[in-house]
């Protein structure tokens, strides 16, 4: 079981950037890929990045060319870098590692 903490969120204006970052902690050594979902209210959780073991990713279309997901594993964290944001990506952002979720850090972007 790994235990997930989120930050970095916060109020950007369109066009801005924002870094998330998700450090887990427990039974670290089990884990292999993690993930960063979206939820936009009134919508259902989906997949934003992804990132395997082996450092391979992948993206949700909105978001290719704008965000990078990346991982220090000596840190036992995973980022997502956020550019050219765009109120659409207006969300509360979960990080995944195992079937396990961390809080949320909401991200908002103003026209």
């Known amino acids: 079981q790994v235990q997930l903490v989120e930050s970095g969120g916060g109020l950007v204006q369109a066009g801005g950037s924002l870094r998330l970052s998700c450090s887990a902690s427990?039974?670290?050594?089990?884990?292999?890929?993690m993930g960063w979902y979206g939820q936009a209210p009134g919508k259902q959780r989906e997949l934003v990045a992804f990132?395997?073991?082996?450092?391979?990713?992948n993206y949700s279309d909105a978001v290719k060319g704008r965000f990078t997901i990346s991982r220090d594993n000596a840190k036992n964290t995973v980022y997502l870098q956020m550019n050219n944001l765009e109120p659409e990506d207006t969300a509360v952002y979960y990080c995944?590692?195992?079937?396990?979720w961390g809080q949320g850090t909401q991200v908002t972007v103003s026209p």
């Open positions: 427990g039974s670290v050594w089990r884990i292999n890929g």
């Open positions: 990132i395997r073991g082996g450092g391979t990713t």
């Open positions: 995944n590692a195992m079937n396990s």
